[in-house]
């Protein structure tokens, strides 16, 4: 787990607490269109919790990673204040110790674009392979190229839709598309749906924050 991303999320959930409001993702929002009400079901980057409770509410045996410590105690008051639980994780997805093939389904929302070192991609991508179960459904929600300012980039990109601040150095993220995500989750995935979706950017900086989510089939 990166100590970095850890210092900074812990940071942000001190400072701002729900910094993306109460309600639900709009990640969840399509999931909970599409995700059984039974069986195991695994978010990655649950934040302060606002996803892992209403997929919990549904019925799912919920487990969640994060890097925060600061989030998960957040997420533990909203859950004891409803009266539900869930197994939270203060860990990196692709290096946590999770069994093969356990989950029905899996949520992700906002948690891609952060994805930007070599390889990064495809290890979430692989990863995501290895802890679904066959007809698993998963729904992954992050930012698409609608929020890209090449006004305010670095010259060079980084890789392939892959892009630095300039005002903000080691400020790094990845931009998606539907052709992208076709390419990173084909292999082992069937694409079912993309809808477009967008929310504030955060209480700090309310701009909208425009979002592509993909919800496929494990093979």
């Not at 940071?11 to 701002?16: C, Q």
């Not at 929020?147 to 400020?171: C, F, K, N, Q, T």
């Amino acid at each position: 787990m990166s100590l970095a991303a850890a210092t900074f999320w812990n940071s942000r959930y001190t400072a701002l607490g729900a910094c993306w409001g109460n309600g639900g993702s709009p990640t969840l929002k399509m999931a909970l269109r599409h995700f059984p009400r039974r069986g195991r079901a695994l978010e990655i980057g649950y934040g302060y919790g606002r996803d892992v409770v209403p997929l919990a509410a549904h019925g799912l045996d919920v487990t969640g990673i994060d890097p925060s410590d600061a989030g998960r105690a957040l997420a533990e008051q909203r859950l004891r204040a409803q009266g539900l639980s869930a197994r939270l994780m203060t860990a990196d997805f692709t290096e946590a110790a999770l069994e093969p093939g356990s989950f029905d389904a899996v949520l992700s929302h906002r948690t891609l674009h952060l994805m930007t070192g070599p390889g990064a991609v495809d290890r979430f991508a692989g990863r995501l392979a290895a802890v679904s179960r066959p007809g698993a459904l998963v729904c992954i929600g992050t930012r698409d190229l609608r929020d890209l300012d090449h006004g305010r980039m670095s010259a060079h990109p980084h890789g392939p839709g892959v892009y630095e601040y300039a005002d903000r150095p080691g400020h790094v993220i990845s931009y998606w598309d539907e052709d992208r995500f076709r390419s990173a989750f084909s292999a082992d995935f069937d694409i079912e749906a993309f809808e477009q979706a967008d929310e504030p950017e955060a209480s700090d900086n309310p701009v909208p924050c425009y979002l592509t989510i993909m919800l496929a089939r494990r093979r």
